[in-house]
């Protein structure tokens, strides 16, 4: 009998074998112990051939050392099963592979019900994981071969899920048996879009499908209608593929890139669809079409219908339309992006600047607008289609050599992301401990090291991305000369405003004469009109681009009124990016642009070439800010000063979100970062002031609690403060400060949070610092403005009422003297701590939920704060799962609601799939309500929301579109609202 760690027969060679690279291990030992203790369920003998084999292939025990360290996925895998460990290693990967899809197939052809043929599917999936991850790491396999070998695995599953589906259907008489096999004539065809349709696919990613059928081949028994029977089989594979189980699950699955998917059902007839793409398909579905493959069901009709759709993605004459959509495009990813600097901590490998999605763009466009004429360059797969590229002499060698090579390096970067958590992020670690390593994980000696390649390889593909189209000309409608004369409208320019989408051209001619004709303030000089003359042409192409020119143009109007002098336009006239990205925000966020017309000081920044890569840290922040104040020579200047520090960085921040520099996501951290920063810097100097008139009270101490946003590190751009002042000191109630207006305690520390808040909330000539909201006290209004800790921590474990302890579940100190912000947190934890009846917490919180849906309404879905399932939802569960359950395990307790969910799911208190929706939920209605506050300071989408504003909250919610995006927060909703009501209503009972 074959030994588990020899190879299946001659000519095959044992994945251990094959390796020719490891990840850097920091500490072996450590390491060593991991995989023993992962292993040590192997029974003597499979334990004495891994030992065997690991000694045979020093590589290969460098690898399982490193994944120890680098990947807790991968060695849970490894926990769960250690046989996994010993057959991945001692067998050949492709033909382990080979067997593990074609054991799942015939699992899948004899299962009885759905939860044989889900067991089966999520074994091969977590064996293959475990396979795939190895020959990744340990350099068996390159990237085709990696890529290839997930397609394959999720090609297997979707097969399998969708046969044992229709087998069911035909035992119960819905359809004709013939149908029941695999690619059988079932009039049913699933498309696998994007990189699973091109055999690209992510070591941990969704999977797109569209799933169509053709009423005429459909073999359907007498009595059942197609559109409801195929949308429940569609609803029913999702269901088998993604559905977390014991077992884990196999593929997240995604239907939005289905026509419509706002307003159509999950499984199409081809005639519809084709009907919508002729009718109204964008650039964007054309683009996605390119790597579209037919992959289960009837693949008969799958390609018919993809073979009907070649002539709307593949255009025999050239499309000046999407000629231009393409340097649109192009140029919103393009713009604003800054200089050559990187920060490589948190950068997004695939969505950052130099990254993944620059090189498929350089790729995509190129077929999309030569490959109707050129059937070659028509290849689903990005290294195919550059090499058709280079044989067809639309790039050179050299270009495509180098954005092959970075093209493979980031993706390789971009699996070793996810293997760490079987996670669908592309985001590199934000800490730069956390980057050491990784860096390691990559099999680099330190952080230093991997990003100076990384770097490297991003830098390349910048120049050659910014070189695209770089000598395309300018738009039709520009082509001629704009003119505006004083006395009447132009008629060439009338004409050439309309072909750029001015509903009202002579309104908008006479708005441009109007500003050349000095009527803003800014433009009373001859040289500030000639500044915007040179500027006119690009900043009416870059307004009308947002989709709504006449309300861009009315906005930029607004803008110009308001500007107080020329400064800003000569910066206009030097920066065309500056042009367009002005533009961007008075189209997307007039808010903004509000501001900026106020400051126009501010756009000096948007100038500096390391304004659009490196967020400034709490370090920077803290030493610009104590410069500015310590310069300062009056009390008020102080205050102006912070406040005008706090509008830049506000400003900055903003514009960041609006360019697409700064995920919304990490937007919270920065406004909170930011608020941090100014009130301990204004904490210190109040006290210190306020010492002068009243002298010290021996021992004591003050702390400052954030709770609410500033807590949980969501502010936004509109946020207030919600804050608690706590003190303490020796002695009873009666001491007194020392100073020649001497007060006792109590009042002391009441006066000292008064002249805090007024530093913080005061209306001088440089505007007000923020609203501060005290309420979250004890006792709320009706107690003293600031409590001795004894008082707090006595009022807490005897009095508070639910939501009090709910609303302390995001407290944190930040800003105290000396040690006291230790012995604050001690205190909330052991108040977090105490043990709790479910029952009555869940209760509780129901009531509460009913109650606030009754006061302000739950049925707009783009109310993302108090929608059913929305932004509440989310956070009452994170705060019902820490009151709950801290008292048996503490470690729940955080004031983040993201890391309450993820902690959460590590504890086994949620299950992994409702963990995720929520965690995605989380992140989606932050970056939605970031972008909301930004641009028109609400919670909500207004009904006559721009179109610009619109793509703006796309981007933010990463969908194509703002249909895609509402068909997904729909479904994110009811999702958040199910699980809400099932988990408390369950404890509540």
């Not at 090579?405 to 934000?430: G, K, S």
């Not at 390349?460 to 001629?480: I, W």
Request: charged fraction near 25%; include cysteine; hydrophobic fraction near 45%.
């Amino acid at each position: 009998m074959r030994a588990p760690h020899e190879p299946d027969s001659p000519g095959l060679m044992p994945l251990a074998s094959l390796m020719r690279e490891a990840p850097v291990v920091a500490d072996p030992q450590t390491a060593k112990l991991k995989l023993s203790q992962a292993t040590d369920r192997l029974d003597p003998e499979g334990m004495a051939a891994l030992a065997a084999l690991l000694e045979a292939h020093p590589v290969a025990h460098a690898v399982c050392l490193g994944l120890t360290e680098g990947s807790p996925f991968l060695l849970d895998l490894v926990r769960a099963e250690p046989g996994r460990l010993l057959r991945a290693l001692g067998t050949d990967p492709h033909a382990h592979l080979d067997a593990l899809t074609a054991q799942a197939v015939a699992a899948a052809e004899e299962a009885q019900d759905e939860a044989e043929i889900m067991r089966a599917l999520r074994r091969m999936r977590a064996e293959a994981a475990l396979t795939i991850a190895l020959a990744d790491i340990g350099g068996a396999f390159d990237l085709e071969q990696v890529t290839g070998a997930l397609t394959d695995v999720a090609d297997t599953a979707v097969r399998a899920a969708l046969c044992f589906l229709l087998k069911e259907a035909a035992r119960s008489g819905k359809i004709a048996a013939e149908a029941a096999v695999p690619d059988g004539p079932s009039g049913l065809a699933v498309i696998a879009m994007g990189k699973h349709g091109a055999r690209e696919l992510n070591y941990s990613s969704d999977i797109d499908l569209v799933v169509v059928y053709d009423r005429g081949k459909a073999p359907l028994t007498a009595g059942t209608e197609p559109s409801p029977f195929f949308v429940r089989i569609t609803k029913g594979l999702v269901r088998l593929l993604q559905e977390r189980t014991a077992d884990g699950y196999v593929l997240r699955v995604d239907l939005r890139l289905r026509p419509d998917p706002g307003s159509t059902q999950v499984a199409l007839s081809t005639h519809a669809a084709l009907d919508y793409y002729e009718r109204e398909g964008a650039t964007w579905e054309r683009a996605a079409y390119i790597k579209a493959r037919a992959v289960a069901g009837d693949l008969a009709v799958g390609r018919v219908f993809l073979g009907e759709l070649a002539p709307f993605v593949w255009r025999r004459v050239l499309d000046f339309q999407a000629i231009a959509d393409v340097h649109a495009m192009k140029r919103e990813i393009h713009a604003f992006r800054g200089h050559d600097v990187v920060a490589v901590e948190g950068h997004n490998v695939k969505l950052g600047r130099g990254g993944i999605r620059e090189i498929e763009f350089f790729v995509q466009t190129q077929q999309l607008i030569a490959g109707g004429r050129d059937p070659l360059l028509r290849t689903s797969r990005t290294l195919d289609a550059l090499d058709a590229l280079v044989d067809h002499r639309w790039i050179a060698p050299k270009v495509r050599d180098e954005l092959k090579e970075a093209y493979c390096f980031l993706r390789r970067v971009e699996h070793r992301i996810q293997m760490v958590a079987d996670a669908q992020t592309h985001e590199l670690p934000e800490s730069r401990e956390a980057m050491e390593g990784f860096a390691r994980f990559m099999g680099y000696a330190d952080r230093d090291a991997f990003a100076a390649a990384l770097v490297e390889r991003l830098q390349r593909v910048q120049l050659h991305y910014a070189q695209l189209f770089e000598d395309a000309p300018p738009p039709a409608a520009l082509c001629e000369e704009l003119v505006f004369p004083a006395g009447e409208n132009d008629r060439q320019t009338l004409a050439s405003l309309s072909r750029l989408g001015f509903r009202e051209p002579a309104a908008a001619s006479a708005i441009v004469r109007g500003w050349l004709a000095g009527g803003p303030r800014a433009l009373k000089t001859e040289g500030a009109r000639s500044h915007l003359a040179r500027i006119a042409p690009l900043f009416l192409e870059a307004l009308a681009r947002g989709g709504d020119p006449d309300g861009a143009l009315i906005a930029a109007d607004r803008f110009l009124a308001e500007l107080p002098g020329p400064r800003l336009l000569a910066a206009l006239d030097r920066h065309p990016d500056l042009v367009r990205l002005l533009a961007t925000i008075l189209a997307a966020a007039p808010r903004l642009g509000e501001t900026l017309a106020r400051r126009p000081s501010l756009t000096d920044a948007l100038l500096d070439p390391a304004f659009f890569d490196v967020l400034p840290d709490e370090d920077d922040l803290r030493v610009r800010l104590d410069h500015l104040l310590d310069t300062a020579e009056t009390d008020e200047e102080q205050f102006d000063r912070a406040r005008r520090f706090r509008q830049e960085q506000h400003v900055l921040i903003g514009v960041r979100i609006a360019s697409g520099t700064l995920p919304a996501a990490r937007a919270g951290e920065a406004y909170a970062r930011l608020a941090e920063v100014i009130i301990r810097a204004l904490f210190r100097r109040v006290r210190a002031r306020f010492a002068e008139a009243h002298g010290q009270i021996e021992g004591a101490r003050a702390a400052v609690v954030a709770m609410g946003k500033l807590g949980g590190r969501e502010m936004t751009a509109g946020s207030d403060l919600d804050l608690i002042v706590l003190y303490d000191y020796p002695g009873g109630a009666d001491v007194m400060s020392d100073g020649r207006r001497p007060l006792a305690a109590s009042h002391y520390f009441a006066r000292f949070t008064q002249r805090l808040v007024s530093a913080l909330t005061a209306l001088t000539n440089a505007g007000k610092l923020y609203d501060v909201d005290l309420r979250l006290r004890p006792s709320g209004r009706a107690g003293p403005l600031a409590t001795r800790l004894s008082s707090f921590e006595s009022y807490q474990c005897e009095e508070a009422w639910t939501w009090e302890h709910m609303a302390l579940t995001r407290a944190r100190v930040i800003a105290a003297e000396a040690d006291f912000g230790i012995a604050v947190g001690r205190v909330i934890h052991a108040v977090m701590a105490r043990p709790r009846e479910k029952r009555r917490i869940a209760g509780d919180i129901l009531d509460m939920r009913r109650a606030i849906a009754a006061e302000k309404g739950e049925d707009d879905r783009w109310n993302l704060k108090h929608a059913a399932g929305g932004q509440v939802d989310v956070e009452f569960l994170a705060q019902y799962l820490v009151l709950a359950f801290a008292a048996d395990h503490p470690e729940i307790v955080d004031t983040v609601t993201a890391r309450v969910l993820a902690a959460a799911e590590r504890l086994a208190l949620l299950a992994p799939e409702d963990a995720q929706v929520l965690i995605r939920a989380c992140r989606l209605y932050q970056d939605l309500t970031q972008v909301l506050r930004l641009a028109v300071d609400a919670h909500v989408v207004p009904l006559d929301a721009s179109p610009a504003l619109r793509a703006l909250l796309a981007r933010a919610g990463e969908m194509p579109d703002f249909a895609t995006l509402e068909a997904h927060l729909v479904d994110t909703q009811g999702k958040v609202r199910e699980i809400f009501i099932r988990l408390l209503e369950a404890d509540a009972a």
